[in-house]
């Protein structure tokens, strides 16, 4: 499988693709992705960027590792704090979702430790009209997310992670998953997540626990990576030495 890295596309595990293909099959996806299965991409680097226009909206900052911020757990978001601050807040990091590009998003990747993920519709719950094009384009929020029910069977995806760049792990995940959270009003909703929907909701949940993928390898491999991103140095220029 073909690897590549800079926003453009990443391989899938042999797993993933098939269940990529399955899928397509299914119809759940949009017409023009179609036939396309193969070239899933990694969780947080979807190939194909996407915007959502708004004077509103902000483009935040991603931590990257070893930022101590992505390690914390997060508190959750109390009955009060719902309202204007905080769908701002859920549009903001849509936005720098879709800005990155990735498909999503915890709040602690942009320093905000509440329990808030944001996933991108068109990989995951988007409902589609007759000719198979979303009638609703509009990001997923999930505050408080808690797995309710997780399936047995287990999916293996090659994940990448806006906070690790320029690192790919394999890993293994259950292939269904019953979510239940609040939208940014407030209101309560159960969701099954299937296939690479799943692998996303969870991805971006581990980041509300504090766990990034880099985690979920050895010490002696987390160790290099980090040695090699600390090694590097940005000039006065703006350029990075290595
Ligand atoms: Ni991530």
Request: proline share 7%; glycine share 8%; net charge positive.
């Amino acid at each position: 499988m073909a690897r590549a890295y800079g926003g453009t596309r990443a391989g899938a595990s042999e797993a993933a693709a098939a269940a990529a293909r399955q899928r397509s099959s299914g119809g759940l996806r949009p017409e023009r992705e179609r036939g396309d299965a193969k070239r899933r991409p990694p969780v947080d680097l979807p190939r194909r960027r996407l915007r959502v226009s708004s004077a509103f909206m902000a483009v935040l900052h991603v931590l990257t590792v070893p930022n101590p911020i992505l390690s914390k757990k997060c508190r959750p978001v109390g009955p009060g704090e719902f309202g204007e601050e905080l769908a701002r807040f859920a549009s903001d990091l849509a936005e720098t979702m879709y800005a990155a590009p990735g498909v999503g998003l915890a709040a602690p990747q942009v320093g905000d430790l509440r329990r808030l993920v944001v996933i991108d519709p068109g990989n995951c719950t988007r409902e589609q009209d007759d000719d198979g094009r979303p009638t609703n384009p509009r990001f997923l929020a999930l505050v408080n997310p808690q797995v309710i029910e997780a399936s047995k069977e287990m999916m293996i995806y090659e994940e990448g992670c806006l906070s690790v760049p320029d690192f790919e792990e394999n890993v293994s995940r259950p292939r269904r998953v019953h979510i239940r959270y609040l939208d940014e009003s407030g209101k309560p909703h159960q969701k099954w997540f299937e296939g690479y929907d799943a692998i996303v909701v969870q991805h971006e949940m581990d980041h509300l626990e504090g766990v990034v993928i880099l985690d979920r390898v050895s010490r002696l491999k987390k160790g290099r990576y980090l040695q090699k991103r600390q090694k590097v140095r940005v000039r006065n220029d703006g350029s990075l030495e290595y």
